[in-house]
């Protein structure tokens, strides 16, 4: 498989390398070719970012802070009564309560124009998902390092009482700080909760497909509320598990046999797909993905604790044999 290039330390080299973040005044011209470039009160498009099963996103600049923000433009479908548009509004609140270096932040929630909208900061970085189509399975040193950075920002959601249900390659953005080198930070928090039903259904039922079934843990799969901690922890193994070994635990054609090996069967083993993963990451990852929640890391912090144990290990033995060398 490609990987990205390494570094004598065994990290990659800047594989979420991207453009600095533009600064106001450097891309005001783009909002010229962006049509309703002022649609909403209060920011200025500049360029699309993408677009998913909750909207579009722009590239912003906020007006009152001069600052660059990613506008996330929610899907009208979602917001179509007054129901939908308080419980986006409360969550999205929820959301702004969250202040870690691992989560994107939430400026504000808002309405303009009748068109419902999130700011929230704007990164440079890349989605897990582009990293893994780029090279395949990453480094497995790279990828402990992100791990330990995404189970740290989970256990500050926890420590909010807020469960993200939608953890996955998509909603993991990384980016390369000077300083401080890759950087991970969850995405989308609040997002999933606040478009489910009352019973349990919803973007996964409305045609989200299988690239979420892929990290969905088998309680979430009767029932979205049956969330909690240690089903965002399942999901982050699922998705530690494709940056390991470049594909998703499972893979089936139809989402009747997907949903049967999701709650019937173990994922392969990480090492038969990746032999340079140790032993002791695969079995953090089979823990973490444990059918039953009960049998998984009851916080994030217990998997962060495992993780950081490991990476140590590996960075003396490293160390050990640099220094014999």
Known sequence: DAAPPVNNSGVHRNPAAAPAAPSPADSASQAAALPDADRFEGFRLQRKLGQGAFGEVFQAIDLAQNRVVALKVVNAQLVRNPKDIQRFLREAETGQSLNHPNVLKI??????????????????????????????????????????????????????????????????????????????????????KCFTDEDGGGLTEQGEGMGTLAYMPPEQLDNALNADQRSDIYSLGATIYHMLSGQRPFSEKT??????????????????????????????????????????????????DDLLALFRRLAAEHASRSGGG
């Open 255 to 304: 989402t009747r046999s997907f949903i049967k090996k999701i709650l019937q069967s173990p994922p392969p083993s990480l090492y038969s797909l990746n032999p340079q993963v140790p032993q002791e990451l695969d079995e953090i990852i089979q823990r973490a993905m444990a059918k039953s929640p009960d049998d998984r890391y009851q916080t994030p912090q217990e998997m962060q």
């Open 107 to 192: 400026y504000s929630a808002g309405e303009s124009r009748g068109s419902y909208y999130l700011a929230m900061e704007f990164i440079p970085g890349k989605e897990v998902s582009e990293l893994i189509k780029a090279y395949g399975r990453l480094d497995v040193g790279y990828v402990l390092r992100l791990a330990i950075q995404l189970a740290s920002g989970l256990q500050h959601a926890y420590e909010q009482g807020i469960v993200h249900r939608d953890i996955k390659p998509e909603n993991v953005m990384v980016l390369q700080h000077p300083q401080h080198g890759a950087v991970a930070k969850l995405v989308d928090f609040g997002l999933a």
